[in-house]
């Protein structure tokens, strides 16, 4: 067997990229079945949605763990490292384990690739297979799964998994999930499988009516946010967190605090202890308060509306689709208001640029566009056009618009640039896409 060094494992998978998305379960059924069907071997907590599904992923293992559990996680993508995408047992993955295991499934990889099932593996569903490795190699009680895209052909609906998520579903990626919100949550919520839990945290009337439906369906058990679990009391701590009283399915749950900012969070709290005490009934144990509240307080989510540094205040924030940018403006507006704000904008090229870029200017005294180290990153040409329609007279932003408009060719030139210009009370905020935090946002 080839043994892999970290920089080789993360070259191949570079340049697995070329690929793009290939929606089907045909190749990562295949290359499990060579591997054993590791998937069969682990329990799994499958998280769909449009945002949020990091956090909630992450929320939900590490509760888990605390518990006494040897959970896990796979989500995706990573900020600077493939080792952010594994999590297990209280640490992320490390480059030597990492190495090893990408080494322990190349065989079976190339043999995939040989056999021609509408052309070679993708990047997304060999790190999926990867995942599912992992927790069988590792003894793992529960891996909590992120979607990559949707939910029916995403390489992680290999799993059967006995709860499901769903955070909340926006319009995104239509060309291959569908042009309505009924048409792309129906694709989410294939990850329902027969006599499973559901939880979600979607109000939206459409998105219920599928999932009611669906679990219908599979026998399955639905819970919503508001009616089946809900926050009774939350409370904002400056630059830190929220502290949060919540009303699960099977208890309440006193004084939680998260050192996680942004004002979605406590929903995505909300909807984890919902799934955490769902998978703890299933495992026929009852959630510990005093472990729950102590495993929580130490949880990082980078580039979540994470504050980086103070004075000024500069804040990383992952946002990547108009649903997200408009939670954004949210959180810069209540909690930041009166304060001069220097946004650094750079978005993906096949995203809804023009609605998320409207939505920026809202909240813009300075802006600064730029492009992200990734080919796929928007021409700042274009953004910049883009936004002087936006400006002209009879636009759509609800403002004359920013004082200062700057274009710079990097997010670290930019950042850099921002903090020369900036006063010690000012805002700075990076958003746009994950792609923009490479290199900005470091794990601990």
Not at 26 to 49: A, C, D, M, N, S
Not at 151 to 178: F, K, M, P, Q, Y
Not at 267 to 291: C, F, G, P, Q, T
Not at 385 to 397: F, I, M, Q, V
């Amino acid at each position: 067997m080839k043994k892999f060094s970290y920089k080789e494992a993360s070259g191949y998978l570079d340049k697995c990229l070329i690929f793009g998305i290939k929606p089907g379960l045909e190749r990562i059924r295949k290359l499990l079945k060579l591997l054993g069907e590791p998937q069969k071997k682990t329990e799994f907590i499958h998280i769909v949605g449009s945002n949020g599904k990091t956090s909630t992923a992450v929320m939900t293992a590490v509760m888990l763990y605390g518990q006494g559990l040897r959970s896990a996680y796979h989500i995706s993508p990573h900020i600077n490292e493939y080792t952010e995408r594994f999590w297990f047992c209280g640490s992320n993955i490390t480059e030597g384990r990492f190495a090893m295991l990408f080494s322990s499934i190349y065989p079976a990889i190339e043999r995939v690739n040989s056999m021609d099932i509408g052309g070679e593996m993708t990047q997304f569903e060999i790190i999926s297979a990867m995942g599912f490795a992992l927790a069988a190699q590792e003894n793992i009680d529960v891996m909590v799964l992120e979607a990559g895209l949707g939910g029916r052909w995403d390489a992680t609906n290999a799993a059967d998994a006995i709860v499901a998520g769903l955070t909340g579903v926006s319009l995104e990626h239509t060309a291959i999930l569908g042009n309505t919100i009924n048409e792309i949550a129906t694709e989410k919520a294939q990850v329902i499988k027969t006599h499973s839990k559901v939880a979600t945290a979607s109000s939206d009337e459409k998105v219920l009516k599928v999932l009611k439906d669906r679990a219908a369906e599979t026998h399955s058990e639905l819970f919503i946010y508001g009616k089946d679990f809900f926050i009774q009391e939350k409370q904002k701590i400056y630059l830190e967190g929220w502290k949060v009283d919540i009303k699960g399915i099977k208890d309440s749950y006193k004084g939680l605090f998260i050192p996680l900012y942004g004002n979605y969070q406590p929903v995505n709290l909300s909807l984890s202890v919902a799934l955490s005490e769902l998978y703890m009934e299933h495992a026929r144990k009852r959630i510990d308060k005093k472990k729950l509240s102590g495993s929580l307080s130490a949880i990082k989510v980078p580039g979540r509306f994470e504050v980086l540094q103070r004075e000024p205040v500069v804040i990383a924030d992952t946002s990547h689709n108009p649903e997200g940018i408009a939670n954004f403006v949210r959180n810069i507006l209540e909690n930041f208001e009166g304060k001069k704000k220097i946004i650094i904008f750079s978005v993906l090229s096949d995203k809804d640029y023009r609605t998320m870029l409207a939505g920026i200017l809202k909240i813009s005294d300075t802006i600064i566009l730029t492009s992200s180290n990734t080919a796929r990153s928007l021409p700042v040409e274009i953004l910049e056009k883009e936004l002087y329609k936006l400006l002209r007279p009879g636009n759509e932003t609800g403002q004359a618009g920013p004082q200062e408009i700057y274009k710079i060719d990097t997010i670290s030139n930019s950042l850099n640039f921002a903090l020369k210009i900036s006063g010690s009370d000012d805002i700075i905020c990076i958003t746009g896409s994950i792609t923009n935090l490479e290199d900005i946002v470091q794990e601990d």
